[in-house]
């Protein structure tokens, strides 16, 4: 069982703490409710950063209206929560790190992707350290300190048995990471938790965020593309059944990406062909919201094994991308797919250089033949290359030749 909400440390917070040494003012972005104010409230008011967040009316209105005398008022440290409700202060706050660059004058939060707001990376660029704050990794509810990256960028991964999750591994599945999700032990509880931030995030975020007409297609268009998770994005069949227009259904996908419901995992293409696919792969950001949408409990998840697949798929990508977050070295994602139907589910990049593969299987063993993507992109990558995994739901990881290993999914968060 895992452990009480207030329990968790969140594994971003070393990287919180280096950066407001040397950086005058640092973002916090990610979803609502993936735990940022928390973060932030834990690390900055034991500094002695004042809060102020920008959902008090009162704040929002004097930080629109005269963003200069707001921002000149503020404390030498603050916390400034959901910064993308007022754009205004971005230069106030430009021209008050200026005035006096001091590391750590500023904790900035934002729900919804403010690097897309005008203005704001001009207006910041350099002045600024952005951290992504995703919902909870399987390492953090577990408390293990997972070194799985670390393993898959040195290409060594010792043989050995493990336990196999069976029915546990669409539990966590269905639970999802957000930390008041989590903290709910009962399952119908989550569920409704997840049904009421969905509601909450296209009636208020997406409004907030645009003059949308059609809001009342979002939920639906929400629940296609979970239907859709891990497959190449399709944008005229996502918008078919709900006879939008293709700009309307690009500005709708839009909108979900920037308040973190879904992403577009972009293909990878350093070695230039026109034998590769190099559309993006469509992935909700967390599979408890896709299970919901879906109304999939854990037992009807586990008897579905197509579904499972694709959720299963979706659940290694951002668990990867949430340990991802925490390092210093910054990783990229994405998928490989060429037109002789070779395929790698994640293709993981570490700086400009060395180069990883996993491909992800529901089954309960893993065999040669499943390596078939993953040798395919080794032979185009070449020297950069330096692992394959296959995570599978099994129990053995196992060595299989040419820093290709098989490695049961609970490898992803266990210590060693």
């Given at each position: 069982m895992p452990p009480g909400l207030r329990t968790i440390p969140r594994h971003l917070e070393p990287r919180l703490r280096e950066a407001l040494r040397d950086t005058p003012a640092v973002l916090i972005h990610g979803p609502r409710q993936s735990g940022k104010t928390t973060l932030a409230r834990t690390v900055g008011e034991a500094r002695g950063y004042r809060y102020v967040s920008f959902d008090d009316s009162d704040a929002l209105t004097l930080a629109r209206t005269d963003p200069v005398g707001f921002v000149s008022r503020l404390p030498e440290k603050s916390i400034l929560d959901e910064v993308q409700k007022a754009p205004e202060i971005f230069s106030a706050l430009k021209l008050a790190i200026d005035r006096r660059r001091t590391p750590g004058r500023y904790i900035l939060t934002g729900s919804a992707n403010v690097l897309l707001v005008?203005?704001?990376?001009?207006?910041?660029?350099?002045?600024?350290?952005?951290?992504?704050?995703?919902?909870?990794?399987?390492?953090?509810?577990?408390?293990?300190?997972?070194?799985?990256?670390?393993?898959?960028?040195?290409?060594?991964?010792?043989?050995?048995?493990?336990?196999?999750?069976?029915?546990?591994?669409?539990?966590?599945?269905?639970?999802?990471?957000?930390?008041?999700?989590?903290?709910?032990?009962?399952?119908?509880?989550?569920?409704?938790?997840?049904?009421?931030?969905?509601?909450?995030?296209?009636?208020?975020?997406?409004?907030?965020?645009?003059?949308?007409?059609?809001?009342?297609?979002?939920?639906?268009?929400?629940?296609?593309?979970?239907?859709?998770?891990?497959?190449?994005?399709?944008?005229?069949?996502?918008?078919?059944?709900?006879?939008?227009?293709?700009?309307?259904?690009?500005?709708?996908?839009?909108?979900?990406?920037?308040?973190?419901?879904?992403?577009?995992?972009?293909?990878?293409?350093?070695?230039?062909?026109?034998?590769?696919?190099?559309?993006?792969?469509?992935?909700?950001?967390?599979?408890?919201?896709?299970?919901?949408?879906?109304?999939?409990?854990?037992?009807?998840?586990?008897?579905?094994?197509?579904?499972?697949?694709?959720?299963?798929?979706?659940?290694?990508?951002?668990?990867?991308?949430?340990?991802?977050?925490?390092?210093?070295?910054?990783?990229?994602?994405?998928?490989?797919?060429?037109r002789d139907d070779y395929e790698v589910d994640i293709v993981l990049e570490l700086g400009y250089g060395r180069v990883a593969g996993i491909e992800v299987k529901s089954a309960a063993t893993v065999q040669a033949a499943d390596f078939r993507g993953l040798r395919k992109l080794r032979e185009v990558v070449g020297k950069l290359f330096v692992a394959g995994v296959v995570v599978y739901d099994g129990g053995a990881t196992i060595d299989f030749g040419d820093s290709m290993y098989g490695a049961p999914v609970r490898r992803l968060w266990e210590a060693s």
């Open positions: 005008p203005g704001l990376s001009d207006s910041l660029a350099g002045r600024m350290e952005i951290l992504h704050l995703h919902p909870l990794s399987q390492s953090e509810i577990e408390g293990t300190r997972s070194r799985f990256l670390d393993l898959l960028f040195r290409g060594r991964f010792k043989s050995g048995l493990s336990e196999r999750l069976g029915s546990e591994l669409a539990n966590r599945i269905v639970r999802g990471g957000y930390p008041a999700a989590v903290a709910r032990r009962a399952p119908a509880r989550r569920r409704l938790w997840y049904r009421d931030y969905v509601e909450t995030q296209i009636q208020r975020d997406i409004r907030d965020l645009s003059r949308v007409r059609s809001l009342d297609t979002m939920p639906k268009l929400l629940e296609f593309a979970a239907a859709r998770t891990a497959r190449i994005l399709n944008v005229a069949d996502l918008g078919a059944p709900l006879e939008l227009t293709r700009p309307t259904i690009h500005e709708h996908v839009a909108l979900l990406e920037r308040v973190f419901l879904i992403e577009r995992l972009p293909s990878w293409d350093r070695n230039p062909t026109n034998r590769l696919v190099k559309r993006p792969k469509l992935h909700l950001r967390d599979t408890g919201i896709a299970c919901e949408l879906l109304q999939f409990d854990s037992a009807r998840l586990e008897a579905d094994r197509s579904v499972f697949g694709s959720m299963l798929e979706t659940f290694v990508l951002q668990e990867l991308r949430r340990q991802a977050a925490a390092r210093r070295d910054p990783i990229r994602f994405f998928h490989y797919r060429d």
